[in-house]
């Protein structure tokens, strides 16, 4: 008899060591699949983001690409501008000679300019602006009274951007101050 209660309380502690292990073990597979799945749907998250991102620079490249197409394009077109406005300004419009190559010429760079500010390629005329260096060239330097150190005095070629971007600077003189007078010989005696 003894023998059976040592098996009818071993029994009763076996089931309950049974019953917790399975539960104790329900338990951490629960928590472990838990973590699996945070793991899972953070990694979820950050695919879709960098998905998101990659579709966001790819616009991006694609818009870039459809504004500055016309780059180098435009950048080859630029001298014949810069040759017309040249040509307009050597002529002498009381000339009546050459009055009519003249209205010619005048009506083609219209027509030209035109065509280049509806594709946003605008000119940079700085004629006594202060200097930029960001779309300004210095050529030289030349002193000035009426206009106030560092700004454009002259304008040798017009500079132009495509939407906002520098395609080519302008090429300026720009005024600094006169330079202070030195005395003479006989005003230092």
């Known amino acids: 008899m003894a023998d059976e209660q040592t098996l009818d309380t071993q029994i009763p502690e ?21 973590e699996q799945l945070a793991t ?3 990694q979820s998250l950050r695919m879709a983001a960098d998905l998101q991102n990659v579709r966001r620079r ?7 690409a459809h504004k500055f197409a016309l ?11 810069d040759s017309l406005e040249r040509g307009l300004e050597l002529s002498s419009p009381d000339d009546e ?10 009506l083609t760079l219209k ?3 035109d065509t280049l500010s509806r594709y946003q390629l605008e000119a940079i005329d700085p004629h006594g602006q202060p200097f930029n260096p960001e779309l ?3 050529m030289a330097m030349q002193e000035s009274e009426t206009l106030e150190p560092n700004s454009v005095i002259q304008v ?22 006169p330079a202070a007078p030195t005395p003479s010989i006989d005003e230092k005696a």
């Open 136 to 138: 300004h060239q210095a």
């Open 14 to 34: 076996a089931e309950a060591a049974v019953d917790a292990t399975p539960g104790d073990e329900l338990a951490a597979r629960v928590q472990t699949l838990e």
């Open 156 to 177: 040798f070629q017009k500079g132009y951007q495509l939407h906002g971007r520098l395609l080519r600077p302008a090429m300026v003189v720009v005024s600094k101050a």
């Open 97 to 106: 000679a050459i009055k009519a190559v003249r209205e010619g010429m005048e």
């Open 71 to 81: 780059e180098k394009f435009a950048n080859d077109l630029l001298p014949v501008v």
């Open 40 to 42: 899972a749907q953070d």
């Open 111 to 113: 027509l030209f300019r």
């Open 58 to 64: 790819a616009d991006q490249d694609v818009e870039k």
